[in-house]
T-cell receptor
Framework: AQSVTQLDSHVSVSEGTPVLLRCNYS??????LFWYVQHPNKGLQLLLK??????LVKGINGFEAEFKKSETSFHLTKPSAHMSDAAEYFC?????????????FGKGTHLIIQP | NAGVTQTPKFQVLKTGQSMTLQCAQD?????MSWYRQDPGMGLRLIHY???????DQGEVPNGYNVSRSTTEDFPLRLLSAAPSQTSVYFC????????????????FGDGTRLSIL
């Protein structure tokens, strides 16, 4: 069965320092992977997606993620945090079987930016 | 472009009451779905639809009903509200797999915050 694990429920960084949000997935074959961001009282917005092309994926707002098949990881990074990055981040894996969209959501990582 | 619109934004119900959460999209998306979001649980799929007239159950369908009479609208009905249904509900839409691209992003509404007393 598909699963996705976000290794940290909360991450706190200072403004201007790098951000690392960790995500591991389990799969018997290469999945499609996504990162979504949720700001307070808002719906989820796509940051970036990996679909078996380049392993380093660039997204919006300076975020990027690297797909590492050997480590079954898809960690999200940003070189320099802004206050506006404070939000909830979800790692999502998609499998192609079944009639639903096949999405499995991680439990989320709450990113806190210290001034 | 409005995207995905959910109404109401907030609602308080008493146990046993019924209500309908509305969801509409103006992007001509074939695929629509309902999720619930609970603290520390991520999002869980309730029901989904791959097109008008077609619906199916997701991971947590009990206590909810859906219909899809038009491409635009996908209402979620709570038949008899229970405190366990207190949650934030999100509607999402995307292109269906018929387009050949199975990895179109989901477009989410801003959610309905529902409390059952």
């Amino acid at each position: 069965a598909q699963s996705v694990t976000q290794l940290d429920s909360h991450v706190s960084v200072s403004e201007g320092t790098p951000v690392l949000l960790r995500c591991n997935y389990s799969s018997s074959y290469s999945p499609s992977l996504f990162w979504y961001v949720q700001h307070p009282n808002k719906g989820l917005q796509l940051l970036l997606k990996y679909t078996s092309a380049a392993t380093l994926v660039k997204g919006i707002n300076g975020f990027e993620a690297e797909f590492k098949k050997s480590e079954t990881s898809f960690h999200l990074t940003k070189p320099s945090a802004h206050m506006s990055d404070a939000a909830e981040y979800f790692c999502v894996v998609r499998y192609s079987g079944g009639g639903a969209d096949g999405l499995t959501f991680g439990k989320g990582t709450h990113l806190i930016i210290q001034p | 472009n409005a995207g995905v619109t959910q109404t109401p934004k907030f609602q308080v119900l008493k146990t046993g009451q019924s209500m309908t959460l509305q969801c509409a999209q103006d992007m001509n998306h074939e695929y629509m779905s309902w999720y619930r979001q609970d603290p520390g649980m991520g999002l869980r799929l309730i029901h989904y639809s791959v097109g008008a007239g077609i619906t199916d159950q997701g991971e947590v369908p009990n206590g909810y009903n859906v219909s899809r009479s038009t491409t635009e609208d996908f209402p979620l009905r709570l038949l008899s509200a229970a405190p366990s249904q207190t949650s934030v509900y999100f509607c999402a839409s995307s292109y269906s797999r018929k387009t050949g691209d199975y990895n179109q992003p989901q477009h989410f509404g801003d959610g309905t915050r529902l409390s059952i007393l």
